[in-house]
């Protein structure tokens, strides 16, 4: 059984396909990366699969459970987190209470053991991204590459089954990005399976071994690394068609 | 009775149309939930009467149905004024910011009611004594209705007819529907939307404002500092129930409040007392049901 | 840990200020508060201003938490006025009930509802909110005037009597000063219990609702719930408002859960400072000292009548015209500006003390 299941996911928006006919699948324990031209649908995409939209037709499953139309926050307790391409902090609170906002969800609630209180959890969580010292800084002050490894740290608090990242580098310097890519190596071995939608290619390669290249909402590839980057369609798709 | 249910439901419903229709503009063109509608409505009734007194006694008696005229223009156009001077004070400086809009226009009607107070002096404040002209009564289909509410919901009907016009046809109207429907775009066109706000605050208060006239001349015919939050909550109902932004549905809308009110007044044993609350259950339920109205353009609620 | 942040916010004002830390500042403005009837500087007068500004505070407060914290506007708050304040007065009219009794009904009633109402009308946002919650105030005085048999509208309920007479019997107070005390006391116990919700981890859950919904909903949390929930609360404290609005001064009658009642918690919010709990507790007795005590003792305003004009009811007006001037300049709330400034100032210290130092040393 597959951690995560598309089947044939439509969404449109009056005369637009934004996904159409979507299939795929991620096996537990992989990291699998989507990568399209800007206005692919990526984004469409973890938004139907992660509860924020309503998709016209097809399937989402998740351990082989159809959470096809469940509102996000269910989704999220059923074990599947995800990131936001924009960062959106609580800006109004604390880093450490962005991360006990979503220890404080039935899941959340359920992933403190025993012995520890949600503070202390939290402190885990900010350590293992390395923002421990920014604990009690209200989350606005923090910067744009604090901001996304603490959107990454408030997914992972509730130990899910499957994490989305939607865009995880996004405006990160060459130092920020070298870091990320290793706390999502970090994540990996720790057992977490990871879905990765990206622009990066270069950040992208290095973790993922399956890939799948979206353009205008419809899959046209998928593979290794190696098979997607000498794949005819997918370089017309990025380069335009050879003269 | 059913004849009388039809008839009075279309005349409430033509002028409850128009007094919804400044807000919908107001709100299609500039975005802006102006609650301060509702203030305008009060100030508009205020202004009439005071204008009724200066003009009935000015103007000789021959011409005296330019006394009941001039006043509602006139107050129209006073209204629109304050409307535009208080709409560049203090919106314009806060658009976008929507806790900011809430509170000041809330605000702003509070310091219109506390300033009646203050001139006026009292709970009561306004008195619309029936004009000679327009006394008695005409009977259609063995119904018998007072010639005010005929007049106010005929013209009240003119006017949304001109309104939807004005938007239709003329450039202005052009622009606002531009504004409305795509605002960079609009800007990028050269649109400037300083202006059209202004514009549109005062149109949607002048509106407000001769719906005001309207309405309390043919029926309660008496004001007070606090009348604007009836009008206010009214227009709410009536520009959700048929879509916010949009003309159409207001006058849907408009005909649903109308009727639903007239049904219960009518059929009701003390039905008078409740006859506000049905359209707001009714509201409710489709609120409940779909937010964005029977005709809205925007989607109110997130995702 | 919002706490701490808050508590960083207040200290930078209270010790830069009084060099006081802030519950020790508390605890002696309420210990001030407590011994002040005994002093015998407060006339009757004053006491019944102090005791409406402790009723009006918990309505000021119970606002602020859903608006202020969970981001969920309401302008009909005047409505769990009316809720309380009828409740308990029909409860009293028509069966007698005294008031222990009395007032965890009228509390629970105000509960129920927010929740009946809640359900509906949480799920549209912002304007939208504001204006449905505006038409409740309104229903219900449609509802009052349609069961006039039973509510008696205009003419209203008389209060009950002033206080359990065993209340007074027992402490042998004059019957304003045990009002004070009183409302003193239930305003105390009110805030502690709001503020405490405000900081605790659910208060967390409810400004990531205030901050970004739909992050909130991605961490898992129930965010219509958590609205319910604040409603309720919110709900709940503002019919003992009510509820004890009408055992001290009120009749009954429409006009007493009127708009004003909805516009004051917000202006006086906005003044002290939004999401505070406490600021609009502040806020609300200085804006009765003003209107009671500035305008009407010191200056006798009721008296006024130049140009004609009615002055007496030019308080609320200029209250609101300045709240309106404050949101103009300052659209995050005077509090986070003289916050802000305060920290600027409190950075700019160092500075200064380096400056003299070296100014020193030549």
Same mark, same amino acid.
Request: hydrophobic share 50%; glycine share 8%; net charge neutral.
């Given at each position: 059984?597959?951690?995560? !299941?598309?089947?044939?996911?439509?969404?449109?928006?009056?005369?637009?396909?934004?996904?159409?006919?979507?299939?795929?699948?991620?096996?537990?324990? !992989?990291?699998?990366?989507?990568?399209?031209?800007?206005?692919?649908? /990526?984004?469409?995409?973890?938004?139907?699969?992660?509860?924020?939209?309503?998709?016209?037709?097809?399937?989402?499953?998740?351990?082989?459970?159809?959470?096809?139309?469940?509102?996000?926050? /269910?989704?999220?307790? /059923?074990?599947?987190?995800?990131?936001?391409?924009?960062?959106?902090?609580?800006?109004?609170?604390?880093?450490?209470?962005?991360?006990?906002?979503?220890?404080?969800?039935?899941?959340?609630?359920?992933?403190?053991?025993?012995? &520890?209180?949600? !503070?202390? &959890?939290?402190? !885990?969580?900010?350590?293992?991204?390395?923002?421990?010292?920014?604990?009690?800084?209200?989350?606005?002050?923090?910067?744009?590459?604090?901001?996304?490894?603490?959107?990454?740290?408030?997914?992972?608090?509730?130990?899910?089954?499957?994490?989305?990242?939607?865009?995880?580098?996004?405006?990160?310097?060459?130092?920020?990005?070298?870091?990320?890519? &290793?706390?999502?190596?970090?994540?990996?071995?720790?057992?977490?399976?990871?879905?990765?939608?990206?622009?990066?290619?270069?950040?992208?390669?290095?973790?993922?071994?399956?890939?799948?290249?979206?353009?205008?909402?419809?899959?046209?590839?998928?593979?290794?690394?190696?098979?997607?980057?000498?794949?005819?369609?997918?370089?017309?798709?990025?380069?335009?068609?050879?003269? | 009775?059913?004849?009388?249910?039809?008839?009075?439901?279309?005349?409430?419903?033509?002028?409850?149309?128009?007094?919804?229709?400044?807000?919908?503009?107001?709100?299609?063109?500039?975005?802006?939930?102006?609650?301060?509608?509702?203030?305008?409505?009060?100030?508009?009734?205020?202004?009439?009467?005071?204008?009724?007194?200066?003009?009935?006694?000015?103007?000789?008696?021959?011409?005296?149905?330019?006394?009941?005229?001039?006043?509602?223009?006139?107050?129209?156009?006073?209204?629109?004024?304050?409307?535009?001077?208080?709409?560049?004070?203090?919106?314009?400086?806060?658009?976008?910011?929507?806790?900011?809009?809430?509170?000041?226009?809330?605000?702003?009607?509070?310091?219109?009611?506390?300033?009646?107070?203050?001139?006026?002096?009292?709970?009561?404040?306004?008195?619309?004594?029936?004009?000679?002209?327009?006394?008695?009564?005409?009977?259609?289909?063995?119904?018998?209705?007072?010639?005010?509410?005929?007049?106010?919901?005929?013209?009240?009907?003119?006017?949304?007819?001109?309104?939807?016009?004005?938007?239709?046809?003329?450039?202005?109207?052009?622009?606002?529907?531009?504004?409305?429907?795509?605002?960079?775009?609009?800007?990028?066109?050269?649109?400037?939307?300083?202006?059209?706000?202004?514009?549109?605050?005062?149109?949607?208060?002048?509106?407000?404002?001769?719906?005001?006239?309207?309405?309390?001349?043919?029926?309660?015919?008496?004001?007070?500092?606090?009348?604007?939050?009836?009008?206010?909550?009214?227009?709410?109902?009536?520009?959700?129930?048929?879509?916010?932004?949009?003309?159409?549905?207001?006058?849907?809308?408009?005909?649903?409040?109308?009727?639903?009110?007239?049904?219960?007044?009518?059929?009701?044993?003390?039905?008078?007392?409740?006859?506000?609350?049905?359209?707001?259950?009714?509201?409710?339920?489709?609120?409940?049901?779909?937010?964005?109205?029977?005709?809205?353009?925007?989607?109110?609620?997130?995702? | 840990? #919002?706490?701490?942040?808050?508590?960083?916010?207040?200290?930078?004002?209270?010790?830069?200020?009084?060099?006081?830390?802030?519950?020790?500042?508390?605890?002696?403005?309420?210990?001030?508060?407590? =011994?002040?009837?005994?002093?015998?500087?407060?006339?009757?007068?004053?006491?019944?201003?102090?005791?409406?500004?402790?009723?009006?505070?918990?309505?000021?407060?119970?606002?602020?938490?859903?608006?202020?914290?969970?981001?969920?506007? *309401?302008?009909?708050?005047?409505?769990?006025?009316?809720?309380?304040?009828?409740?308990?007065?029909?409860?009293?009219?028509?069966?007698?009930?005294?008031?222990?009794?009395?007032?965890?009904?009228?509390?629970?009633?105000?509960?129920?509802?927010?929740?009946?109402?809640?359900?509906?009308?949480?799920? #549209?946002?912002?304007?939208?909110?504001?204006?449905?919650?505006?038409?409740?105030?309104?229903?219900?005085?449609?509802?009052?005037?349609?069961?006039?048999?039973?509510?008696?509208?205009?003419?209203?309920?008389?209060?009950?009597?002033?206080?359990?007479?065993?209340?007074?019997?027992?402490?042998?107070?004059?019957?304003?000063?045990?009002?004070?005390?009183?409302?003193?006391?239930?305003? #105390?116990?009110?805030?502690?219990?709001?503020?405490?919700?405000?900081?605790?981890?659910?208060?967390? #859950?409810?400004? *990531?609702?205030?901050?970004?919904?739909?992050?909130?909903?991605?961490?898992?949390?129930?965010?219509?719930?958590?609205?319910?929930?604040?409603?309720?609360?919110?709900?709940?404290?503002? *019919?003992?408002?009510?509820?004890?609005?009408?055992?001290?001064?009120?009749?009954?009658?429409?006009?007493?859960?009127?708009?004003?009642?909805?516009?004051?918690?917000?202006?006086?919010?906005?003044?002290?400072?939004?999401?505070?709990?406490?600021?609009?507790?502040?806020?609300?007795?200085?804006?009765?000292?003003?209107?009671?005590?500035?305008?009407?003792?010191?200056?006798?305003? *009721?008296?006024?009548?130049?140009?004609?004009?009615?002055?007496?009811?030019?308080?609320? =007006?200029?209250?609101?015209?300045?709240?309106?001037?404050?949101?103009?300049?300052?659209?995050?709330?005077?509090?986070?500006?003289?916050?802000?400034?305060?920290?600027? =100032?409190?950075?700019?210290?160092?500075?200064?003390?380096?400056?003299?130092?070296?100014?020193?040393?030549?």
């Amino acid at each position: 059984m597959h951690l995560l !299941e598309v089947e044939n996911l439509t969404k449109r928006f009056g005369g637009l396909t934004a996904v159409g006919n979507l299939s795929f699948y991620v096996d537990a324990g !992989e990291i699998f990366g989507i990568i399209g031209p800007n206005g692919a649908g /990526k984004t469409t995409l973890f938004n139907l699969i992660t509860g924020y939209l309503k998709p016209d037709s097809g399937k989402i499953r998740l351990n082989g459970e159809d959470i096809t139309g469940l509102p996000p926050h /269910k989704i999220a307790n /059923k074990g599947l987190a995800r990131t936001f391409q924009i960062v959106r902090p609580f800006r109004h609170l604390p880093t450490i209470a962005n991360i006990i906002v979503a220890l404080n969800s039935p899941r959340g609630k359920k992933k403190i053991e025993w012995i &520890k209180t949600a !503070e202390r &959890k939290a402190m !885990e969580m900010l350590e293992d991204v390395g923002l421990s010292e920014m604990m009690l800084e209200p989350a606005e002050n923090l910067s744009h590459g604090d901001l996304k490894r603490l959107e990454i740290a408030r997914a992972m608090a509730l130990e899910p089954d499957i994490v989305l990242l939607d865009e995880p580098f996004g405006g990160l310097s060459p130092i920020e990005t070298e870091y990320m890519v &290793k706390s999502i190596q970090r994540m990996h071995l720790d057992g977490y399976t990871i879905v990765i939608v990206e622009h990066k290619l270069q950040a992208l390669m290095r973790l993922i071994k399956k890939v799948m290249v979206i353009h205008y909402g419809e899959k046209i590839a998928e593979g290794t690394p190696e098979e997607i980057a000498e794949n005819q369609k997918v370089i017309e798709v990025y380069l335009g068609k050879a003269i | 009775m059913i004849e009388g249910i039809i008839l009075h439901g279309i005349l409430s419903s033509c002028t409850f149309a128009l007094l919804a229709s400044g807000f919908t503009l107001s709100y299609g063109v500039s975005g802006i939930i102006n609650l301060t509608h509702g203030a305008f409505f009060m100030i508009g009734t205020y202004f009439y009467s005071i204008l009724l007194d200066v003009f009935s006694i000015s103007i000789p008696a021959e011409f005296s149905i330019l006394s009941l005229i001039l006043p509602v223009i006139a107050s129209t156009i006073l209204t629109g004024i304050v409307a535009s001077i208080y709409y560049r004070l203090t919106l314009h400086q806060i658009l976008g910011d929507e806790l900011a809009t809430l509170v000041v226009s809330i605000s702003g009607c509070i310091v219109f009611q506390q300033m009646i107070y203050l001139i006026f002096g009292s709970l009561w404040g306004m008195q619309l004594p029936v004009p000679e002209l327009l006394s008695g009564n005409i009977t259609i289909w063995n119904v018998s209705i007072s010639y005010s509410r005929v007049l106010a919901a005929v013209t009240s009907f003119c006017l949304f007819v001109a309104l939807w016009l004005l938007i239709a046809t003329t450039k202005t109207g052009k622009a606002m529907k531009a504004l409305s429907q795509d605002h960079e775009a609009a800007m990028l066109m050269g649109i400037s939307t300083e202006k059209m706000y202004m514009l549109t605050a005062a149109i949607s208060a002048g509106l407000s404002s001769i719906a005001g006239v309207m309405i309390v001349s043919s029926t309660t015919r008496v004001g007070s500092a606090i009348m604007w939050l009836q009008p206010l909550a009214i227009s709410f109902a009536i520009v959700v129930l048929g879509g916010l932004g949009s003309l159409k549905g207001t006058l849907v809308g408009g005909l649903i409040f109308g009727f639903s009110r007239t049904i219960v007044e009518l059929t009701v044993p003390l039905g008078g007392a409740i006859v506000d609350a049905v359209p707001f259950l009714i509201l409710l339920c489709v609120l409940v049901v779909r937010p964005k109205g029977l005709f809205g353009k925007r989607v109110e609620m997130e995702d | 840990m #919002v706490v701490k942040y808050l508590r960083k916010a207040y200290t930078n004002f209270a010790t830069y200020i009084y060099d006081i830390p802030p519950r020790m500042l508390a605890l002696l403005l309420i210990m001030i508060f407590a =011994l002040l009837p005994m002093t015998r500087a407060l006339d009757s007068s004053t006491l019944m201003m102090l005791r409406d500004a402790s009723v009006m505070a918990i309505l000021a407060a119970s606002w602020d938490l859903l608006v202020g914290r969970t981001g969920q506007m *309401s302008l009909g708050h005047a409505l769990f006025i009316g809720i309380g304040g009828y409740s308990s007065a029909l409860l009293f009219m028509h069966f007698g009930w005294p008031v222990w009794m009395v007032i965890p009904v009228s509390m629970l009633a105000g509960a129920v509802v927010a929740l009946l109402i809640g359900l509906p009308c949480l799920r #549209v946002k912002g304007s939208y909110l504001a204006l449905l919650t505006l038409a409740f105030p309104l229903l219900l005085e449609r509802a009052v005037y349609y069961f006039r048999d039973v509510t008696k509208a205009e003419e209203g309920i008389p209060p009950p009597p002033r206080l359990p007479a065993f209340f007074q019997g027992l402490i042998r107070l004059d019957a304003r000063i045990a009002e004070y005390y009183l409302t003193l006391s239930l305003m #105390v116990i009110s805030a502690i219990i709001l503020y405490k919700i405000a900081n605790s981890k659910r208060g967390m #859950v409810f400004v *990531s609702i205030l901050d970004d919904e739909l992050a909130s909903k991605a961490c898992g949390i129930n965010v219509t719930n958590y609205k319910l929930l604040a409603f309720v609360i919110s709900g709940l404290f503002a *019919s003992l408002s009510g509820c004890v609005a009408v055992y001290i001064s009120s009749f009954a009658n429409p006009s007493f859960f009127g708009i004003r009642w909805s516009v004051l918690p917000l202006v006086v919010t906005i003044f002290g400072g939004i999401g505070t709990i406490y600021g609009p507790i502040v806020g609300t007795y200085i804006y009765y000292f003003l209107d009671m005590y500035v305008f009407r003792k010191i200056i006798n305003i *009721s008296e006024w009548h130049y140009f004609g004009l009615t002055w007496e009811y030019a308080t609320f =007006l200029i209250f609101i015209l300045i709240v309106i001037i404050f949101i103009l300049k300052w659209p995050r709330g005077i509090a986070r500006a003289v916050v802000e400034k305060l920290e600027d =100032l409190e950075e700019a210290r160092p500075i200064e003390e380096l400056e003299q130092k070296m100014a020193k040393a030549d």
